[in-house]
């Protein structure tokens, strides 16, 4: 029985087996271009373009470095890339992922130990550390659930928890704007890191 193919061409040339994912296969470009026309909440937000997951990812460091003022670039860094795996395997919402079960938590543990091993951090993140980076991701969905997805605010505190940061901008940008945004950030946290 022949093998079925599980690679993927990116458009920087890497060809990145998804169910064995090589650290050296991967490239941020590849990364930020794919999250950047990725939309999040199945695409069902406000504005003219699709809020992505880029956008979204950019959100969630923002939140994460403004409740852990001193924590350092590299975990700054961990919260960006959070959803990079999303890049090859796209964005589903959780009730979606909880019913794939864990075959999907299983190719998205190897992609995201992969993403991480690339860019200096270890594959599996300490536990406070991904703890603090999933309280970011769920105000940044508690936020984004009423500012663009329809939410109302009542819905979105009994699903997601109630925000304990105001003033937070849902921006929604093009894709191509996203995607030098995400790269421009990754980069500052690379040159911060080597400081």
């Given at each position: ?67 852990n003022r001193d924590i350092a670039p590299r975990w700054r860094l961990a919260a960006l890339l959070h959803d990079a795996p999303e890049y090859v395997l796209g964005d ?104």
């Open positions: 029985m022949a093998t079925q193919r599980a690679w993927q061409r990116m458009l920087s040339g890497r060809r990145l087996d998804l169910l064995d994912p090589s650290p050296l296969d991967i490239e941020i470009e590849d990364i930020a271009h794919g999250l950047a026309f990725v939309a999040r909440w199945n695409g069902q937000t406000t504005g003219e373009h699709p809020y992505s997951v880029a956008e979204h990812s950019l959100l969630v460091e923002a939140i994460f470095a403004h409740r589903m919402i959780s009730p979606v992922k909880a019913a794939i079960g864990p075959q999907y938590r299983d190719l998205d543990a190897r992609l995201t130990a992969a993403v991480h091993l690339r860019f200096g951090l270890p594959a599996e993140l300490p536990r406070a550390i991904r703890a603090e980076i999933k309280r970011a991701d769920r105000i940044s969905a508690r936020v984004e659930a009423s500012a663009i997805a329809g939410f109302t605010r009542a819905e979105a505190d009994r699903l997601f928890g109630k925000a304990d940061i105001n003033e937070i901008d849902v921006k929604i940008r093009p894709p191509g704007e996203c995607r030098a945004a995400f790269l421009a950030r990754f980069r500052a946290l690379i040159d911060a890191i080597a400081a």
